[in-house]
C-alpha cells in the first residue's frame, strides 16, 4: 500500500439513487489523493434510503434491494469505514421534459404532508443509522444541492438554445431554495444531534455562495449537466472540501 495515502485502509460505501452516481468523478479523485476505496450502491431513487424527504417504502422490492446492502456492509466494512448517503434530497424544478411550477413546488415544500414525510424518513434513517453505529461504521450525509429550472446540456449549443425548455433561465433565488429544501435540512441535523457518527457534508455553499445560484460557474462553466445532477466540472468544484469532510471523519478515530 502506498504509505503517503492517509487512508489506504478505509472504504467508503457511496449509497443512492442517480445524484450518489453523479458524484463518481470526485470520489474517485478523491481516492487517487487519499488511498481509501470505495464502492457504489445505486438504489433508484424510487427505492428512497436515507432521503430524507421521502420516507422508505413498503414494497418489497426495496426492502430486499436495502437489506441486501445492509448484508454487504455488514460483511464488507470494518469499524472505521464510512457509507456517504446520496440522494435527491429536494424538489426537482425540472427535468429533461418537463417543467415544474415554482411555486406549486415551494408550497408543497412547505406543506403539512411534507412536513410528515421528511419526520417518517428522519426516523427511517435513525434505525438505519443505529444499525450502521453498533458496526463501528460512520455515516457521511449530503445536504440538498441547488436545483434549477432548466437543463444547461440541452439548451448548450447555438440550435438549441431557444428550446423551449430553455425559456426559464439558468439562475434561481438562493433563498427559494433554502426555503423548499428547510424540512430536510432540520431532519439531517437533528440526525446528527442523535448520533454521533453522522457526518453533515454541505456542498450548497460551494456550488452558490450568493444571493442567486447558477448552473454556471463565473468563468462561465456548467456545474450542473440538468436540472440537479453535477457535471464533471462541478465534482471538481467540491472535491477539496469533500476531502475535508474525509478527513474530519477518519481523522477523529
Not at 433508484?44 to 418489497?60: F, G, H
Not at 433565488?173 to 454521533?196: A, C, H, Q
Request: aromatic share 14%.
Amino acid at each position: 500500500d502506498n504509505q503517503d495515502t492517509p487512508f489506504s485502509g478505509k472504504r467508503l460505501f457511496v449509497v443512492g439513487d442517480s445524484h450518489a452516481v453523479s458524484y463518481t468523478v470526485m470520489i474517485n479523485n478523491g481516492a487517487r489523493h487519499l488511498g481509501y476505496e470505495f464502492k457504489t450502491y445505486y438504489i433508484p431513487n424510487s427505492c428512497p434510503i436515507v432521503q430524507i424527504i421521502r420516507p422508505e417504502k413498503n414494497d418489497i422490492k426495496c426492502k430486499n434491494k436495502i437489506q441486501e446492502l445492509l448484508e454487504v456492509i455488514t460483511y464488507d466494512g470494518k469499524p472505521g469505514d464510512a457509507v456517504f448517503f446520496a440522494s435527491l434530497r429536494t424538489y426537482r424544478l425540472s427535468d429533461q421534459w418537463v417543467k415544474f411550477d415554482k411555486k406549486q413546488v415551494i408550497d408543497y415544500s412547505r406543506s403539512d404532508d411534507a412536513f410528515a414525510n421528511v419526520k417518517k424518513a428522519q426516523q427511517d434513517a435513525t434505525t438505519l443509522i443505529s444499525y450502521l453505529s453498533d458496526l463501528g461504521i460512520k455515516v457521511i450525509i449530503d445536504m440538498p444541492k441547488p436545483v434549477f429550472l432548466t437543463p444547461p446540456f440541452r439548451c448548450s449549443d447555438w440550435f438549441n438554445f431557444t428550446n423551449p425548455m430553455c425559456d426559464r433561465g439558468f439562475t434561481i433565488e438562493r433563498d427559494y431554495l433554502m426555503s423548499s429544501s428547510k424540512f430536510v435540512r432540520e431532519g439531517i441535523n437533528n440526525l446528527t444531534k442523535y448520533n454521533s457518527n453522522v457526518f453533515v457534508w454541505d456542498p450548497f455553499p460551494i456550488l452558490c455562495n450568493g444571493k442567486t445560484c447558477s448552473s454556471y460557474d463565473k468563468n462561465g462553466l456548467p456545474l450542473f449537466f440538468d436540472g440537479d445532477h453535477l457535471s464533471v466540472h462541478g465534482n471538481d468544484v467540491l472535491l477539496p472540501d469533500f476531502m475535508r469532510v474525509l478527513n474530519l471523519v477518519w481523522e477523529l478515530e
